[in-house]
């Protein structure tokens, strides 16, 4: 279903969860706007925004961490 045009019922979900989508929609709020309207009261919300590979190029001062995610880059061809 279209992030932008959530159709279920009020208070339908304990739970909402978006993996690595979000990011693309240009307006957030809209979104927003229909999850908060699809929880129940008291209910959660996760969400992730971009793919963890193209941050772990950050130097974190784990040189361990920092060559295997080079590696990983490398060998699928992540930019």
């Given at each position: 279903?279209?992030?932008?045009?959530?159709d279920?019922p009020?208070?339908s979900?304990?739970?909402?969860?978006?993996?690595l989508?979000?990011h693309y929609?240009?307006?957030w709020?809209k979104?927003?706007?229909?999850?908060?309207?699809?929880?129940?009261?008291?209910s959660?919300?996760?969400?992730?925004?971009?793919h963890?590979?193209?941050f772990?190029?950050?130097d974190?001062?784990?040189?361990e961490y920092?060559?295997r995610t080079l590696q990983?880059?490398?060998?699928?061809g992540y930019?």
């Amino acid at each position: 279903m279209n992030m932008e045009d959530i159709d279920f019922p009020d208070n339908s979900f304990d739970f909402v969860y978006s993996s690595l989508a979000i990011h693309y929609i240009e307006d957030w709020s809209k979104v927003f706007v229909h999850i908060y309207r699809i929880l129940k009261p008291n209910s959660s919300f996760l969400f992730s925004c971009g793919h963890p590979l193209r941050f772990a190029m950050d130097d974190t001062g784990n040189d361990e961490y920092f060559t295997r995610t080079l590696q990983i880059k490398e060998k699928y061809g992540y930019p």
